[in-house]
């Protein structure tokens, strides 16, 4: 009796390993959401340097990329010992305190954590034990970790999005979210759709509205979805955007002259779509014919 078997004839112990897989990958999203855009960095002030002529020193440079060093608090560079490092349990053990120096842990490492666990539940429960859960899964990984990343860095990083994008049409070449088609489709409207506002607004303004990551976010979403979800994810962004921009002007939390990224707004109306993108177009469509 292979595993798929095992899964399908208990779907609750299905439910049950999706939930401590999605734990422990979002341990390792907080390391990619924090180590990704430092090794960016790394390479840009080394592409700099060699495009101002300025050389490189090729003096040693301690090796920095997602596995290692060894994860270590930040305050007294201790390493954190495995048992410190069990996603969310360690947190609530250690009462969110380094065990060497006392420091407060950022509240950020469990919520990534449970959010992983609870949008990956949440797609076990809508797609039950298919390949199309397996797919989700990346897709909601992915999703989580650009959006983390837009909002502390205003980034989104080619080296997920480029890759997701071409995954999406994989997939699809198997029809496993839509056909091909709409695969192809999506993906070229919807780089198209945000590059054309780009190009009209900064026409306009002589200012960018958007960074370049956010054309290329939904041309991934538009890869995995079909260009039919396109309009869908863009009102949701759109609608959920301006909710919170205005919200934060209103509590003077925001200055104008301070962007707000786009990234996660599109990402979470990407999953929205995902998980009931069909749903959502459905009461649309009733409401439109009535």
């Known amino acids: 009796m292979n595993l798929l078997t095992v899964f399908q004839q208990n779907p609750m112990f299905f439910y049950i390993t999706s939930g401590v897989l999605a734990l422990l990958i979002g341990s390792f999203l907080n390391v990619v959401i924090y180590r990704l855009p430092k090794m960016m ?20 440079v301690p090796e920095f990329n997602l596995l290692l060093p060894s994860s270590s608090c930040p305050s007294c560079n201790n ?35 449970l959010t992983s666990c609870l949008l990956i539940i949440a797609v076990a429960l809508n797609f039950g034990v298919s390949i199309k859960s397996l797919f989700a899964f990346l897709f909601t990984w992915s999703l ?9 860095h205003k980034l989104l990083p080619d080296s997920i999005t480029i ?4 995954l999406g049409i994989i997939c699809n070449m198997f029809g496993i979210f839509t056909d091909i088609y709409s695969s192809l489709y999506g993906a070229i409207f919807g780089y ?7 190009i009209v607004f900064k026409l306009l303004t002589g200012k960018e509205g958007m960074g370049h990551g956010d ?10 979805l079909g260009w039919q979800y396109l309009p869908l994810i863009i009102i949701i962004s759109s609608i959920v955007g301006s909710i919170v921009g205005i919200g934060l002007m209103v509590l003077k939390n925001h200055k104008n002259s301070h962007p707000i990224p786009f990234g996660p707004f599109l ?10 993108g069909n749903f959502l177009t459905g009461l649309y469509i009733n409401w439109a014919l009535k």
Do not use: Q
Request: proline share 5%; with cysteine; glycine share 6%.
């Open 215 to 224: 054309f290329k976010l939904l041309a991934m979403l538009g890869a995995w």
């Open 267 to 276: 990402a979470a109306a990407g999953w929205i779509a995902l998980m009931y």
């Open 41 to 60: 960095e790394s390479e840009w002030k080394k592409e700099c340097k060699i495009l101002l002529g300025m050389g490189d020193d090729n003096s040693p």
């Open 144 to 152: 989580i970790t650009l959006t983390a990343i837009d909002y502390d």
């Open 163 to 166: 890759p997701f994008l071409w």
């Open 192 to 198: 198209l759709s945000l590059w054309s506002v780009y």
């Open 79 to 113: 390493k954190i010992h495995p048992l410190d490092n069990i996603p969310i349990i360690s947190f609530l053990l250690l009462a969110g305190k380094c065990r060497h120096c006392n420091t407060n842990i950022a509240k950020r490492y469990p919520l990534i954590e």
